[in-house]
T-cell receptor, first 114, second 113 residues
Framework: DAKTTQPTSMDCAEGRAANLPCNHS???????VYWYRQIHSQGPQYIIH???NNETNEMASLIITEDRKSSTLILPHATLRDTAVYYC???????????????FGQGTRLTINP | NAGVTQTPKFQVLKTGQSMTLQCAQD?????MSWYRQDPGMGLRLIHY???????DQGEVPNGYNVSRSTTEDFPLRLLSAAPSQTSVYFC????????????FGSGTRLTVV
């Protein structure tokens, strides 16, 4: 299974871009990278996912390196409400009937400071 | 459209008691799963299902049973609760045939004393 490595914690000033790195050096060619966040003890919230190309949605941008061994989640204008634990996950195949499973790591605790 | 609904939100059990955590989704998702989250930790997969009648184990299945008789519901049963099962439990669902995010429920906080 592909595993991910993230910094334990990061700080960012409100209004600035928050750039969260993730290493996934053992990722397979058809495995997607997913990002989720968890605010306090709420259920994780889906942010974005990608395979090879950079992706952008209303919440964030995802930059994946050409060799796919790492990626960066970018929150362009961080607010205090973006304070959360951010999980970088590779969705792994191999489950029953080809099911793909999300295997969570420890994540990065992002703190947005006023 | 309610998404993923988990009940109850809080529960206290005595060691040895049994109970069922309920999870229901109204998005016609084929895939449903249960995770547990211990304090300061990431989520760990307990069991998952890819459709009615089809379930499989995740990383930490011991002490838990599941079954899936309908597309909408995926209950998690604790047969004989132990203090080590004190945790927050999350249910999640998604489509099987397309890439996309999981939808998570708001969680059940379980304490076993």
């Amino acid at each position: 299974d592909a595993k991910t490595t993230q910094p334990t914690s990061m700080d960012c000033a409100e209004g600035r871009a928050a750039n969260l790195p993730c290493n996934h050096s053992t990722i397979s060619g058809n495995e997607y990278v997913y990002w989720y966040r968890q605010i306090h003890s709420q259920g994780p919230q889906y942010i974005i996912h990608g395979l090879k190309n950079n992706e952008t949605n209303e919440m964030a941008s995802l930059i994946i390196t050409e060799d796919r061994k790492s990626s960066t989640l970018i929150l362009p204008h961080a607010t205090l409400r973006d304070t959360a634990v951010y999980y970088c996950i590779v969705r792994v195949a191999g489950g029953v009937q080809g099911a793909q499973k999300l295997v969570f790591g420890q994540g990065t605790r992002l703190t947005i400071n006023p | 459209n309610a998404g993923v609904t988990q009940t109850p939100k809080f529960q206290v059990l005595k060691t040895g008691q049994s109970m069922t955590l309920q999870c229901a989704q109204d998005m016609n998702h084929e895939y449903m799963s249960w995770y547990r989250q211990d304090p300061g930790m990431g989520l760990r997969l307990i069991h998952y299902s890819v459709g009615a009648g089809i379930t499989d184990q995740g990383e930490v299945p011991n002490g838990y049973n599941v079954s899936r008789s309908t597309t909408e519901d995926f209950p998690l049963r604790l047969l004989s609760a132990a203090p080590s099962q004190t945790s927050v439990y999350f249910c999640a669902s998604s489509y099987m045939d397309r890439e996309g995010g999981y939808t998570f429920g708001s969680g059940t906080r379980l304490t076993v004393v």
